[in-house]
């Protein structure tokens, strides 16, 4: 992402809340990364009917101004309904407004914040990828004739099965180096679906005794899988 991505829609978000409330407010702008928020203190001028149909109850008001890119506003009105209950009379209300124009340094600023997110949402994905994934996918390719002698030892490690794929190189014709080694074109490709406990044992036992340095020629890696069903691979 760069500094020209797209210009970034913003909205002036205002809650008309009890003053007692601002603090629940401010701890809900800062778990959702509002970057620019302001607090006035108000006082109601209208009649007591008309601040019960506002739903805003006694006159004494904090008046809370942000701005957040238009995308993020539904989440910032759900977190701030939820904690506040917005939806019970006398809670407050909350609106917002579109802008026509804002100055550039503070549309710098959002963009840093959404590549900001980008980034942390990013993390995330990869931290439940390593926390949730309880299963591999182990893949050997080797030179043809090994896909039998591989599986025994694999499942001595603890695999309960696997699929064999013929293979054939299409980027040379005739035996390759690899790292200075001699390959088949001709190849195997064994993969293995296997409990994550169990992924390190069954790739040591593949590349002791049919690693790149054996007549297999075997090259032996994984990849994590994060949904499986049908299968017992306990």
Not at 30 to 39: C, G, L, M, T
Not at 66 to 74: F, G, N, T
Not at 91 to 104: D, M, Q, R
């Amino acid at each position: 992402m760069n500094n020209d991505m797209k210009i970034p829609i913003l909205k002036l978000v205002v809650f008309i809340i009890d003053w007692n409330k601002t603090n629940i407010l401010t701890d809900v702008f800062e778990a959702e990364d509002v970057r620019f928020h302001f607090i006035c203190k108000g006082r109601g001028t209208a009649s007591s009917e008309i601040l019960d149909l506002l739903g805003i109850g006694s006159s004494e008001k904090a008046v809370v101004l942000c701005l957040e890119q238009d995308i993020m506003v539904p989440q910032l009105l759900k977190q701030v309904s939820k904690k506040l209950g917005l939806h019970s009379p006398g809670a407050g209300i909350a609106f917002t407004i579109p802008l026509s124009g804002i100055n550039n340094p503070i549309v710098q600023v959002f963009k840093e914040s959404i590549r900001e997110k980008l980034k942390n949402q990013l993390e995330k994905e990869v931290e439940h990828m390593s926390t949730e994934a309880k299963h591999d996918l182990i893949i050997a390719v080797v030179n043809q004739g090994y896909s039998d002698e591989i599986m025994a030892v694999a499942r001595e490690a603890g695999a309960t099965g696997g699929t064999v794929i013929n293979a054939r190189s299409v980027a040379h014709a005739g035996p390759v180096k690899f790292f200075g080694i001699s390959v088949q074109d001709e190849r195997e490709i064994i993969t293995i679906l296997a409990a994550r406990d169990k992924k390190t044992a069954i790739m040591q036992a593949i590349s002791q005794s049919y690693g790149i340095s054996s007549e297999a020629r075997g090259i032996v890696f994984s990849m994590p899988v994060d949904n499986i069903n049908g299968l017992d691979l306990q």
